[in-house]
């Protein structure tokens, strides 16, 4: 074990994997000769060569689609999203053609697309969004949204060695803050299921990404005044495990919802719904959700704090309802 950032996590992983199966290539803008925006890929095209670390024409279509058709013949390709808000650009080839090739001819199609998102550092409207709403009712994509290094290594070894599209959700504002005891060796954590990332016995916060911490500092504040939250780390969403969201809230008889993306439509909504619909025996109080505002992603570093989720929200909404 050694003490790791997320995004060190995520690169050795990638590393560990395509020294294992040489099938494995990564493709996106920038990701070789300047290692990836964010130097997630730096020193891989040096070890791994041109034609395995592969810097591609700015067009997130082209990159997808690349990905899409040598999926399709046994590669195992992996692309590099510079920032998930671009990847609206290859829309069509997500949704339409990698997602539902499964279900059209039945073959394998093994792919990732890397997709460092979110806000929390006045990126702005273009570079700040949490897409992970949008993808999760297209039906063929499994979307992944680690928030450890652990895990960020673990699943994006299970991303790639998945015989379906796998969506990646890099939070940026993870990448260098978070650090945590990584294994050396080579693993996977499998998709599906959720981690309890804090015991309690008051209310229940369900959260994924960075959200996650969020959750857990908001719990160490709430602690302070007695009230036991557990926070759940879904993992990833689809697939989504709703066993482990329903065990904890029947343990503790509140819930609270929280995500990064919009509150209308968010996946956040989804959950809540399914909390109110199918655990309404369990609940002592309503369902809460905590989300960032209907609006772009302001660049004012204010704004932004007043848009996205805080610490002092998830106190302010979990107080209320543990006295409900």
Request: aromatic letters at 6%; hydrophobic letters at 45%.
């Given at each position: 074990m050694a003490e790791k950032t997320y995004l060190q996590a995520i690169s050795d992983g990638l590393r560990q994997e395509m020294e294992r199966d040489e099938r494995v290539y990564l493709i996106g803008e920038d990701i070789g000769v300047f290692g990836g925006a964010f130097k997630v890929t730096q020193g891989l095209q040096e070890q791994f060569g041109e034609w395995r670390v592969i810097d591609s024409p700015l067009s997130e279509t082209a990159i997808v689609a690349a990905c899409?058709?040598?999926?399709?013949?046994?590669?195992?390709?992996?692309?590099?999203?510079q920032f998930a808000d671009f990847v609206s650009c290859a829309w069509d080839h997500l949704t339409t053609v990698?997602?539902?090739?499964?279900?059209r001819a039945g073959t394998a199609i093994p792919m990732v697309v890397?997709?460092?998102c979110g806000g929390g550092f006045s990126g702005g409207p273009f570079h700040s969004q949490m897409y992970d709403g949008y993808f999760a009712h297209c039906p063929g994509l499994k979307l992944a949204l680690p928030s450890t290094p652990e895990?960020?290594?673990?699943?994006?070894?299970?991303?790639?060695?998945?015989?379906?599209?796998?969506?990646?959700f890099e939070h940026k504002h993870l990448y260098r803050r978070v650090k945590g005891e990584v294994p050396d060796e080579l693993y996977s954590t499998p998709f599906g299921k959720a981690r309890v990332a804090r015991e309690g016995t008051d209310v229940t916060v369900v959260a994924w990404s960075a959200m996650v911490w969020t959750a857990l500092d908001a719990a160490e504040e709430l602690a302070k005044e007695g009230i036991s939250v557990e926070v759940i780390d879904l993992r990833t969403i689809a697939?989504?495990?709703?066993?482990?969201?329903?065990?904890?809230?029947?343990r503790t008889s509140k819930a609270v919802v929280l995500y990064e993306d919009t509150r209308t439509l968010g996946f956040g909504a989804e959950i809540a719904a399914r909390i109110?619909?199918?655990l309404f025996e369990s609940l002592d109080g309503p369902v809460k959700r905590i989300a960032s505002a209907d609006v772009p992603i302001p660049f004012s570093p204010p704004l932004e704090k007043a848009v996205l989720p805080q610490v002092e929200d998830v106190v302010r909404e979990v107080r209320e309802l543990a006295n409900w």
């Open positions: 899409t058709g040598s999926a399709i013949v046994g590669m195992r390709p992996v692309a590099e999203m990698s997602a539902k090739q499964r279900y890397r997709l460092p895990d960020a290594k673990g699943m994006i070894v299970e991303a790639i060695r998945d015989p379906n599209p796998v969506l990646f697939p989504l495990d709703f066993e482990s969201v329903a065990a904890s809230v029947a109110a619909d199918e």
